[in-house]
């Protein structure tokens, strides 16, 4: 492996064995290096394999413009959470990702600006082990970075790992989270005057059966067989929770232009009717307790 192009003292660019461009870093790799050189392995830290040349010039250009603060910040904590976790298969991607992410946070933190993670209860619900690691890394960052930084930040950082995870279509974690959030909405505004336990068995189905709803809705994967006679006992049996549906039904029209099918309208009446339910008669039995 020899260099290319030197990008600056621990970044050069090299070429593998079938003349494609790479990008290598190192402490000191590129330091009094002249083109041609052959590379010291033993340097070597992290190499990027670019799809293509202009992946690569845009690659270059993220490395260049990121402080080598963060990069290294990032490197660490990745790499440490590799070692930990050996099942754990994560895309280079996530060393520019996250380390742009939390440049652009310590700045915007600096500048008294904080934002709301809309997302946060269903990213700790439905990917929890991503959770983990945002909540560790948060802790870090506010302790080598001296900042106070919101759980919110841990949501965001969760999603960068949640999408680096290899196997994962691009993005589809992030459009799951957005329709089961989009859905807990429609059921907690529809039923306002209801505290729903959401670390109970039964909301936790609900999200499970929301989550594979979203997974199967982005693969073309949502074929049933229709039960008109099953369809319309549930409809009467969980009136309540089916007039929710409606609204659930006029969301995915409108936003994904997608009509729900009648077996997954009754899945999800009887999954809000339970928890509707399940969360009345704990409210009644906590209320005459109270008055015992």
Same mark, same amino acid.
């Given at each position: 492996m020899r260099v290319y192009k030197i990008l600056n003292n621990n970044l050069v660019l090299s070429k593998n064995r079938n003349n494609e461009e790479i990008i290598v870093k190192g402490l000191g790799i590129g330091f009094h290096a002249k083109r041609g050189d052959?590379?010291?392995?033993?340097?070597?830290?992290?190499i990027f394999y670019p799809e293509n040349h202009q992946n690569s010039i845009q690659m270059q250009q993220y490395l260049l413009s990121i402080p080598e603060e963060y990069f290294d910040f990032v490197q660490n904590f990745v790499d440490h959470v590799k070692a930990e976790e050996p099942d754990l298969h994560l895309n280079n991607s996530i060393y520019l990702s996250l380390s742009d992410h939390i440049m652009g946070t310590v700045e915007r933190f600096g500048n008294g600006i904080s934002l709301k993670n809309v997302l946060l209860l269903d990213i700790q619900q439905l990917y929890k082990k991503e959770y983990e690691y945002g909540l560790k890394m948060v802790d870090e960052i506010n302790h080598t970075f001296h900042l106070n930084l919101p759980v919110d930040e841990a949501g965001f950082i969760a999603l960068?790992?949640?999408?680096?995870? /290899?196997? +994962?279509?691009?993005? #589809?974690?992030?459009?799951?989270?957005?329709?089961?959030?989009?859905?807990?909405?429609?059921?907690?505004?529809?039923f306002s005057d209801i505290t729903f336990n959401e670390s109970s068995l039964y909301y936790q189905r609900f999200l499970t059966h929301l989550k594979y709803f979203a997974q199967?809705?982005?693969?073309? /994967?949502? +074929?049933?067989?229709? #039960?008109?006679?099953l369809f319309q006992l549930v409809q009467e049996q969980c009136r309540e929770a089916y007039g929710c549906v409606k609204l659930i039904y006029l969301m995915m029209e409108e936003k994904y232009a997608y009509a729900l099918s009648k077996e997954e309208m009754m899945y999800l009446a009887i999954h809000i009717q339970t928890n509707v339910d399940k969360s009345r008669a704990s409210a009644l039995k906590m209320s005459l307790e109270k008055d015992e």
């Open positions: 052959k590379i010291d392995e033993t340097l070597i830290e992290k960068h790992f949640v999408n680096a995870e /290899e196997g +994962q279509q691009n993005n #589809d974690n992030y459009k799951i989270a957005m329709i089961v959030n989009q859905v807990q909405e429609i059921v907690k505004n529809y199967r809705y982005l693969h073309k /994967e949502l +074929q049933y067989d229709e #039960d008109e006679n």
